[in-house]
């Protein structure tokens, strides 16, 4: 499996993948459909443009790999560290987009991924420190017990999010959208007493 270097445009589905190695692959414009890579290690490899459905990445590695405009739908990425990718110094707008995935337990710590999408997801214990998530839609997704903490969430869209823990006196939150009644949350971490009627 996988035996060329390189793939343009190609469609895979119903793969199982796990747990192994891939060394130096490059995929263009490709779609992954329903494929199983969970535990797979991608060393130096590079997804541009592709599209995974319905796909297990959990635990996967992404050892000095890249990925671009790469976007991610009712997939599994649980325990998934993305600080180990190789990401380009030229920074791309909406480099990731996750649509009602699970995220548990992953590591972005430090990226930029300014106008990324993350709708309906559930991403329960995800390191989001010191990321630029300025002006990306995060509609509706379960943050809960993530960990916001110099997060650039400048002009991000939190509407219908629910339980982030985000305190506004360590993270920027400028022009960012919220609704109620989970934005009370952001009042929590101030020095005041909420009086409820």
């Known amino acids: ?21 891939l060394i130096g ?11 199983d890579f969970s535990e797979t290690v991608f060393d130096e490899c590079k997804f541009s443009d592709c599209m995974f459905t319905s796909c297990d990445l ?16 009712q997939c599994k990425l649980v325990g998934v560290d993305w600080t180990e990718a190789s990401w380009s110094r030229i920074k791309v707008s909406g480099t ?14 430090g990226l930029t991924l300014r106008k990324s999408e993350m709708i309906g997801c559930t991403a329960r214990n995800v390191d989001f420190r010191e990321v630029d998530l300025q002006e990306s839609n ?7 017990e993530s960990l916001f903490s110099e997060t650039n ?18 993270n920027r939150i400028n022009k960012a959208k919220f609704t109620l009644p ?16």
């Open 58 to 73: 959990s635990m996967i590695k992404l050892m000095d790999s890249t990925i671009s405009q790469a976007s991610f739908k």
């Open 1 to 21: 499996m996988f035996q060329e270097p390189e793939y343009y445009n190609e469609h895979f589905a119903e793969l199982a993948f796990t747990k192994e190695e």
């Open 182 to 197: 989970e934005a009370i949350s952001l009042l929590y971490s101030m020095d005041i007493e909420i009086i409820e009627d």
């Open 25 to 35: 692959v490059k995929f263009y414009d490709c779609t992954f459909t329903k494929c």
């Open 138 to 144: 995060l509609t509706r997704t379960n943050f809960a």
């Open 153 to 170: 969430l400048t002009g991000a869209d939190l509407s219908h999010a629910t339980n982030y823990s985000i305190d506004p006196s360590v």
């Open 96 to 109: 990731l987009r996750f649509d009602e995935c699970m995220l548990n337990h992953s590591t972005f710590i």
